[in-house]
Structure formats: structure tokens, C-alpha cells
């Protein structure tokens, strides 16, 4: 696994990474996300703001949710070679 770095370092462009968050009962979460742009939604159809904009993830097969990670990890990284 690569090691974490700052959300703020993560890609914006729509390319899917692994992310990390704390939910709001305190549960640290990795998931695969991706960064969506209000451009990019209003572009897919629908009603979208300003808040709208950000990470989201799937919580479970059919869900997706607008998530706020601290951190992620780049593919790949020396010690996955096991």
C-alpha cells in the first residue's frame, strides 16, 4: 500500500483514487472516490449547486455519497510486491 497524503494533493480530475475519511459516528473509512466538479455534474443532467461539488464514494452497491477524505493513497507502491 502507498503511504497517505493530504487530500489536497489528490487528483481533481475525475480519475478514481483511494481516499480516506472519518464518518460521523468517528469510523475511519477507505474507499475508492472521485472528484467531481460542478461542470462535470450539471454535464451528467440533474439539478446541481455549488455544494454538490466534491469527493463521492459508493457506501454500499447502490449509494453513492458526497464524502470529505483527510487523506489518499496513490495506486500501486513498493510493498505490494508480496
Known amino acids: 500500500m ?3 497524503t493530504p487530500i489536497s494533493t489528490a487528483p481533481t480530475d475525475g480519475s478514481k483514487v483511494t481516499v480516506y475519511w472519518t464518518d460521523r459516528d468517528g469510523q475511519e473509512n477507505e474507499s475508492v472516490a ?3 466538479s460542478l ?3 450539471k454535464a451528467a443532467g440533474g439539478q446541481w449547486d455549488e455544494s454538490d461539488e466534491g469527493w463521492w464514494a459508493y457506501v454500499d452497491s ?3 455519497k458526497r464524502i470529505v477524505p483527510h487523506s489518499w493513497a496513490a495506486p500501486g507502491g513498493d510493498d505490494d510486491d508480496e
Open 34 to 36: 472521485q472528484y467531481r
Open 62 to 64: 447502490d449509494t453513492q
Open 39 to 41: 461542470d462535470r455534474l
Open 2 to 4: 502507498s503511504a497517505k
